[in-house]
Structures are given as C-alpha cells and as structure tokens.
C-alpha cells in the first residue's frame, strides 16, 4: 500500500509499506510525524499556514489517535464522501498507468512508483489540488456520495 502527500507543485512524501504490514492508528500517525517532517525539511510554509489534508474515512485515519494528534498541529481535514475515488486523483491515474505491468520484485513496484511520481508534469498537482474543492462541492451541492467529473 502507498500512502501519497502532495501539494500544488510535487510529492510531499510518498509513504509505502512493505508487503505483510498494515496500516493502523499508530503507524498513521507516525506517517503523519514524517510528513510533518517533510514539510519543515521543504520549508514549504504550510506549518505556519496550516495544513489541510484529503483523506478517507478509514478507521485509521478516523481513530482518536489521530484525531488527537491533527487537533494538537491544528491540521484540518477536507471532508470526504464515502466510496469517491474521483476525490483522489493521483489513485486514478496511478491505476491506469500500472495497468497490465507486471513486477518481479516489490523493490521494482516501489521504484516504478517512484519513478512515475518523479516524471509527472507540475500541472498534475496544480490542477488535482486546484480542482478538489470544487469536485467536493459538487458531492455536498448533489448530496451524492459519488462524483465522476
């Protein structure tokens, strides 16, 4: 599983786990102590801005663990819709380009992985972050869980 923390202009971190481990309250939370990490070491200013992430519901990321740690670095959370991908455009886009291939090792999977957020074009991350408020305005505006465009 590859968690992906991105602004408007690269990855942040990309966090991968290895094959056998899961994720749970205490390991996202120490995803979140290394982003919080990243994001000094860029010194991207969004600590002193504050920092808005885009995550699911899953329990990981819903436990009080969590919630306790977000409330103590004032780190908000964009609400989202139960069952819609279409709010995390990096997963869309991501599945269609390793569609087909095939790995022999995990270490191949990871630095494909790598290797494609590395390449992507600045404009992938402006126009995913520039138009995820209004995909989410679209789902609250049509009180629907799912939004395709």
Known sequence: MATVFWDAKDVILLDILQQGQCINAARYCSTL???????????????????????????????NLIQQWLQRYGWEILPH?????????????????????????????ISELRNWFDNLDVDFFRVGINSLLSRCQKCIDLHVDYVEK
């Open 33 to 63: 102590d290394r982003l919080k990490e990243a994001i000094r070491r860029k010194r991207l200013g969004l600590l002193r801005r504050g920092v808005v992430l885009q995550h699911d519901n899953a329990t990981p990321h819903s436990a």
């Open 81 to 109: 819709p139960a069952h819609s991908p279409d709010l995390a455009p990096s997963d869309f886009h991501l599945k269609r380009h390793l569609g087909g291939m095939a790995f022999e090792t995990e270490d191949d999977l």
